[in-house]
Nanobody
Framework: QVRLVESGGGLVQAGGSLRLSCVASGGIYSNYGMAWFRQAPGKEREFVSTINYSGTWTYCADSVKGRFTISRDNAKNTLYLQMNSLKPEDTAVYYC?????????????????WGQGTQVIVSS
């Protein structure tokens, strides 16, 4: 059974930085692409960024481009999201997930296994 555990969220002022981590267990982590999504109160889950199995290719949403960086350390079974220049609109619960099929990167339906999420609050 694959298990994903996110951490690193918290309260930060606008312009600040946070680094999220997601530790995977119970599966062959290094064989799969992974991604970060987020969900703000009252809104649908939103794609943030994705990375291929080896970490050599990444893609992110326009809303975070130039501010957020996704990376992974397969030796540690860990996915990261470095978030800089945070804005109040980045406030959300952030989830990591494992790529399930070859559909659109931004569609949550194309991912299997989700962590419990970590809360990020950006104050203005």
């Amino acid at each position: 059974q694959v298990r994903l555990v996110e951490s690193g969220g918290g309260l930060v002022q606008a312009g600040g930085s946070l680094r999220l981590s997601c530790v995977a267990s119970g599966g062959i982590y290094s064989n799969y692409g992974m991604a970060w999504f987020r969900q703000a109160p009252g809104k649908e889950r939103e794609f943030v960024s994705t990375i291929n199995y080896s970490g050599t290719w990444t893609y992110c949403a326009d809303s975070v481009k130039g501010r957020f960086t996704i990376s992974r350390d397969n030796a540690k079974n860990t996915l990261y999201l470095q978030m800089n220049s945070l804005k109040p609109e980045d406030t959300a619960v952030y989830y990591c997930t494992v790529r399930g099929n070859s559909g659109a990167y931004s569609d949550a339906k194309n991912y299997n296994y989700w962590g419990q999420g970590t809360q990020v609050i950006v104050s203005s």
